[in-house]
């Protein structure tokens, strides 16, 4: 960690323990993404396939088309529901955990970790068992006497919302808890001293320090949403197109593979653009944690 | 620190609030999870809940499946290696990161970070256009190659972090006693680390094992994951379930390696 060290005395010694990362990710992660932007610029032919070329064409057509405009603003709608709802829903929990963590540590942060752990595919069948027409939701509500015939929920939007919603929560709770536990319990004895209610301190104290954490919970689960092919294919509508498997079926079954690669690069400049403006707030708003 | 000052604050009440709300919240996480557990021991032929009676034909039938045993050695062969590439490849280029001071270092991490927040859609579609130029097709290595891609920075995100605390004399101590680059890393560093490495790999290897976007282009549908989703797509019976107690058991025994780190990592308090 000190200038001195062995370092200076072999300066190739780096390079050396970089070469088996670089064999994996140069071949697999860098030369791809140099290719992906290539072919995006080549042309879909009927009867070709791909043809090499030179031309925005297929840019023109992704942002001017409206079959792919309501692509773009499905996804985009679908995955800014999903960012706040489930920041709203982690805000309250990450709250009580970071303040009463090491009493319910055990079972809660379990439930935070599990559904992470486990396969993706698990959780949606889970969501199935729930959503179906015949399924635990729809059951309850006619018994209770709630619904006279079952609510379509399986393979329709709301029911994407809902397994997004799930899936992205506990990406939404781990930046807000980091970001509350940091806040030490002096500053919320220090406030209640002063004669701060409850909620006051929540809103004067709590609500200004954990904005980072906010930020970065809104970044995180609007990038996964934005991406995510398994919930929209299994549990949502081919009504309401979303962006990553419109990717999957033009490069598949449309064998437009140019114009997979043209929506691909305009997925990644979304996400890129996404990161850049989150870091880039979390810097403005935590002035302290830069000035040092 | 103490719970009377906690209290003096957050009255009883909104502790009680909270709490119930983190229960349910809590309940709503996990609430799929135990069902696709429940419903793999249902005795009934479909999604009903709750299940009529308790059954193992759904275990049975799901053992019997080709495509699912198939798709899990498959998925398997392809975990194992990619945990091997990326612990190996991981492990080294944190070692570089940590290690040693140099020009382009704040930008060489980035660029090996930078896997882990783009989507995996995009990087298997981008892998599949690169195929060709290594004489490669869609199959098992190609599945390997992309998944490491995810498993390198995840390994390397852990073991920095498990480097943390490092104290670098230790490297000064064992060289100025004779002991090669190598030696030393084999015998001093790498025991120091190992939690970190071992976390690192399991979640390569879970990742691996979970990964959809990626597979899609470079397997031929046939992993378990792939498999799942098909079957889910066509017609739906518990023994999608039945594979998903296996898949929920090997999350679960994935736990003990991962916790230590987590530890580490997440959950110490400021």
Known sequence: MTPGTAASLRRWTPLLWIVPAALVLLPFFFLPLVLLFRNSLNRDDPMLLMVPDFTAINYIKALSDPFYLQLFANTIGAALFVAVIATIIAYPFSYFISRYARRSIGLVVWAVYMPLFVSVI??????????????????????????????????????????????????????????????PDELHRASANLGATPSGVIRDVVFPLSVPGIVISLQLTFAGALSDFVLPQVLGSPRFRMLAPAIYAEATTNLSTAMAATLAVLMLVFIIALLGASGYLVKRLTPWMTAR | MSRPGIEAIDSAGMYRGLLVYVLIVGAFLMLPLVLAVMLAFSSGGGLEFPPPGLSFKWIVKAAATREFREGLLISAVVAVATGLISAIAGTSAAIAINHFRFRGRAALQALLMAPLSLP??????????????????????????????????????????????????????????????????????????????????????????????????????????????????FYTDPSVAAVSVLLVALSLAAVPFLKRSFRETHMERA
Request: some cysteine; glycine content about 10%; hydrophobic content about 55%.
């Open chain 1, 122 to 183: 698990v959780r949606v069948f889970g969501w199935m068992i729930v959503l179906a027409d015949s399924g635990l939701l729809n059951a309850m509500l006619l018994k209770l006497h709630f619904l006279q015939t079952p609510l379509r929920l399986l393979f329709e939007v709301d029911g994407m919302l809902i397994g997004m919603v799930h899936r992205y929560l506990p990406l939404a709770i781990l930046p807000l808890f980091n970001a509350m536990k940091k806040i």
């Open chain 2, 120 to 233: 995996g859609i995009v990087i298997g579609l981008a892998i599949l256009f690169t195929l060709p130029a290594f004489g490669l097709v869609p199959g098992i290595v190609a599945t390997i190659g992309g998944h490491s891609v995810i498993g390198v920075p995840y390994v390397a995100y852990m073991v920095l972090a498990s480097l943390s605390n490092y104290d670098m004399s230790l490297d000064r101590a064992s060289a100025s006693l004779g002991a090669g680059q190598w030696q030393t890393f084999r015998r001093i560093t790498l025991p120091i680390i190992s939690p970190g490495v071992t976390a690192g790999t399991v979640c390569a290897m879970l990742l691996s094992f979970d990964n959809v976007a990626l597979s899609l282009f470079l397997s031929n549908g046939n992993t378990l994951p792939l498999r799942m989703m098909q079957s889910m797509q």
